[in-house]
């Protein structure tokens, strides 16, 4: 049944309310996307944890109940165990990965805040797979080089979803590409940058999204020119570039 105009109506709305979480041009068809394929399949406590972190003061923030639906389905894929996540908010991303992995997996998952993370933990918990979570907090960089200066962790990683500062993105590949196994795959999100990296230099954006623009250019570029790698930018989300270690 076509929608009416007011349904029309609504569904804008809708689609506005979680703002970038997709960059696909028709508000209809990313809410058909979500009502069709991705709410009814959404696990119970990834539903308990977009309601709570939706009455959260900085929601914009979260992954998107379909990027959350694409990474658990490429966990799964590709039979991960031991993962990484460096920006984990109220943990949605993190649900997702921790719902994916088998009972002894694992994932390190960094956050410079940990009120955020002890937010949605209670939901964690209740799904039953809080002992998979290895929460550290504080800025991810450091950790990295401790890590890498450990030597025990080369090449030990499925998977390393990376959804924080993008001003650091590049110094993240630099120590990640180490700390993923060869076949192993990064995830760098919000690669399309709320479709700020087609904005014509006079656009008016906003402060945040003009300040890190830049630094998304770069790690597209750079990603784009990495033998080491190859790569896949899917427009999920706000973006997302899937690298997989080839050296
Ligand atoms: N993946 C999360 C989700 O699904 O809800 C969203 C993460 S949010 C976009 C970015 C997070 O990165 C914030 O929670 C912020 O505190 C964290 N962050 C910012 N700088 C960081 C740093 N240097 N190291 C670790 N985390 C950082
Ligand atoms: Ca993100």
Known sequence: MAPTHEGQQ?????????????LLQSDNLYQYILETSVYPREPEPMKELRELTAKHPWNIMTTSADEGQFLNMLLKLINAKNTMEIGVYTGYSLLATALALPDDGKILAMDINRENYELGLPVIQKAGVAHKIDFKEGPALPVLDQ??????YHGTFDFIFVDADKDNYLNYHKRLIELVKVGGIIGYDNTLWNGSVVAP??????KYVLYYRDFVLELNRALAADPRIEICQLPVGDGITLCRRIS
């Open 10 to 22: 609504s569904q804008a709305g809708r689609h506005q309310e979680v703002g970038h979480k997709s």
């Open 147 to 152: 890590m890498i200066d450990a030597g025990k």
């Open 201 to 206: 230099p006079d656009a008016p954006l906003r």
